[in-house]
């Protein structure tokens, strides 16, 4: 193919901005877990959006934060790891938390680089639109960005005139990905992920966040079907009695809708079995780390 165009876009900003509900709307299906808990995505997952000639790469990286954990900062390092490696980096701002100390931050940080730099203001739907104008001065005048967009990820709201400036602004080059292609998500990060996901939605206080899912085997059967078994791991006894719930409600439920989503997402029958473990500062070991796909920054 002649004349196509390609471009690794970088999707940054601080927890709880909208950048996974943003990328899954831009490429209209899932391929990024979402849910209202900060630090949802631990490593970057790239969503393939066709705009021919052009093929965006959108690259949905952890929100940036001050890290403690090895995980953390395993998880910050992935996102700046993302920005440096893009053409474009887009910074994504909640338009109704405005600008933020952890916003300020990130922009300070990204005073240094040397590619362009675009602000999405997300969740315009929720403030008055008279705000706006005064968000986006103040943001320009801390970095002056090459384009700024008003966004509702949840809406749908200024997507596609985002990603057309996207298509008109990558360089000329091969495409990365097949065009039927949606994501660079394999099928068994894809369960341990959703999974991961019914948990932050289904359980509440420290649960959440000292939770980590790998899928053990995943085995494909005659009739189309597969059989998908995971290994859930808590930090401490405690939150793993939570997670297994009353008479194994609690699991149960997270199985069921985890099981009902894959099903739909690959368009097959999934049979899930869920283990739960509790395996003290998980979250702070090498070999975790590296399963989750991230790099050990010690």
Known sequence: MTDTRCALIAIIGAPNAGKSTLVNAASGTKVTIVSPKPQTTRFRIRAVVMRPPAQLILVDTPGIFAPKRRLDRAMVAAAWGGAKDADIALLVVDAKAGMTEAVQAIIEKLKGTTRPIWLALNKIDLIDRQQLLPLTAALNAELSFAETFMLSAT?????????????????????????????????????????????????????????????????????????????????RPTQKAILIGEGGSKIKDIGRRARQELSQLLEKPIHLFLNVKDRANWDDSRSHIRALGLEDEG
């Open 155 to 235: 809406k749908g709201d200024g997507i596609d005139l985002m990603l057309q400036a996207m298509a008109v602004e990558a360089p000329p080059g091969p495409w990365l990905f097949p065009e039927d292609e949606l994501s660079d998500l394999p099928n068994r990060m894809l369960a341990a992920e959703i999974v991961r996901e019914h948990i932050l939605r289904l359980t509440h206080d420290e649960v959440p966040h000292h939770a980590t899912v790998e899928t053990e085997s995943w085995k494909e059967h005659q009739d189309g079907s597969a059989r998908v078994d995971l290994t859930i791991y808590v930090s």
